[in-house]
């Protein structure tokens, strides 16, 4: 008996079934992603100043857009 002669003796109530989940997403609607090459020690100075200030890069960074940009 070979490996296909097994298969078809498999009942397909014995056979596990997958549930299918479907994936959350978070969407942020106001921004969009981005991404550019940094100064390496520009880089550590701001991730110095985000753990200094107990703030993440990313704000940090947007607060410096928006004054620049005012």
Do not use: C
């Amino acid at each position: 008996m070979g490996a296909f002669d097994k298969i078809k003796e498999i009942s397909h109530s014995s056979v596990p079934k997958q549930q299918v989940v479907p994936v959350k997403e978070k969407k942020r609607d106001n921004e969009t992603t981005f991404t550019f090459w940094l100064d390496k020690d520009l880089f550590k100075a701001l991730k110095k100043k985000a753990f200094e200030t107990d703030d993440n890069m990313k704000n940090i960074v947007e607060k410096a857009l928006r004054e620049y940009l005012k």
